[in-house]
């Protein structure tokens, strides 16, 4: 082992003058990059049909491509753990269709399922998928969690 120096100190910041400059130079680069990449407000509403699958990124909204997702979102009921199921159509980022597949696992949930199914799609379709948030629909109020829930997922598989 070398003992150390007061020679080799100009040289210790040295080099860390180097680094600290190299590591400058690399935030400014890496910042260059993200002002070039698209952004969510970059994109417009596209007349992209919706199709089954998916598509190519070009022409979605948000990051997420066109097509059609199905998932299931879970809530609480009085009557106990109940599930929803949820398909969503996306066109350029925007609900294009939507359709409930009902699990009522008893009578009470069955007319609460039904009456959301009813009305969820005036609620959602023709809005951006990032800003769905629906808190009651035609009196369901729990099934709602459950549909938030699912978006959350299909939003996840659709990037």
């Known amino acids: 082992m070398r003992p150390s120096s007061p020679k080799s100190l100009p040289v210790s910041r ?8 190299a590591g400058i130079a690399g ?11 698209p952004s969510s407000a970059d994109s417009t509403a596209g007349s992209a049909a919706p199709s089954a699958g998916t598509s190519a990124l070009a022409g979605s ?14 809530y609480v009921s009085p009557n106990g753990t109940e599930t ?29 399922q039904g009456e959301f199914a009813g009305g969820i799609a005036a609620q959602v379709v023709g809005k951006n ?15 709602s969690g459950g549909f938030n829930q699912a978006v959350e997922k299909i939003k996840s598989e659709a990037q």
């Open 14 to 21: 040295h080099a860390v003058r180097n680094g600290l400059f």
């Open 27 to 37: 935030l400014s680069l890496a910042g260059t990059v993200a002002g070039c990449a």
């Open 61 to 74: 909204g948000g990051g997420y491509k066109d097509g059609t997702y199905t998932a299931d979102g879970n």
């Open 84 to 112: 929803v199921g949820v398909q969503l159509t996306l066109a350029a980022g925007k609900v294009a269709d939507v359709e409930i597949t009902q699990h009522p696992s008893n009578p009470n949930t069955r007319k609460f």
């Open 129 to 143: 998928i990032d800003e769905l948030n629906v808190s009651k629909v035609a009196g369901s109020s729990l099934t």
